[in-house]
């Protein structure tokens, strides 16, 4: 059976996906932001790379049939099935440091501390977040090139909503259920996600 854990809002969660199984995650609600971050399990200093990932997708909204590649320009994750499409690349994760920098709040934890939390699981720090992804989230650019006030904005809310990543190789995974109210990532009313790891290999 599979195993899947429901991971309520401001949750974090950590886990090694053994090479060829698979990875879901549902956002239940709908309007769920979820920052993610990957890595070689076996060698976590081959991460998640952002630029690689752009530069062979063509684009900054990443959906089914993309490689999530590692700064060794080896894909760690595939999305196999995805019925959002348009998941952010840019935006990054929100933190205590950037709520004060651009919301005016104060000692208000984000997605970074979450990452830092998953990360000590494994023996790993603060040099090594990189720019990640965020499931179901849209960062907007515009025709020139700018980004919205806010950087995020409200994205479609879709129930149900789900990305099925596939690890093509041994893969350490950080998931941050994101806490932000206050910009629009979640709609203002962050609720819960769902994780399943499938340990049959396809």
Known sequence: MPDTEILPPGGYW????PKHHRLKIVDIEGGQGVDFLCYNAVDPTERYHAPNTLKAALTLKLGRGHNLY??????????????????????????????RM???????????????????????????????????????????????????????????AYVLLVARMDALAIISNCPQVNNPCNHGNPTAIAITIETQRI
């Open 70 to 99: 590692s700064d060794e320009a080896r894909p760690i994750f595939t999305i196999v099935e995805d019925t959002f499409e348009g998941h952010d690349t840019i935006g990054g994760c929100c933190s205590e440091a950037s709520n």
């Open 102 to 160: 651009l919301y005016g709040v104060k000692r208000v934890p984000g997605c970074r501390e979450n990452f830092l939390k998953g990360l000590q699981n494994f023996n790993l720090d603060r040099k090594d977040i990189v720019p990640n992804v965020n499931f179901f989230c849209d960062v907007p650019v515009n025709s020139e090139r700018k980004l919205t006030p806010g950087v995020f904005v409200a994205s479609k809310k879709k129930p149900g």
């Open 14 to 17: 950590s886990g090694i996906i």
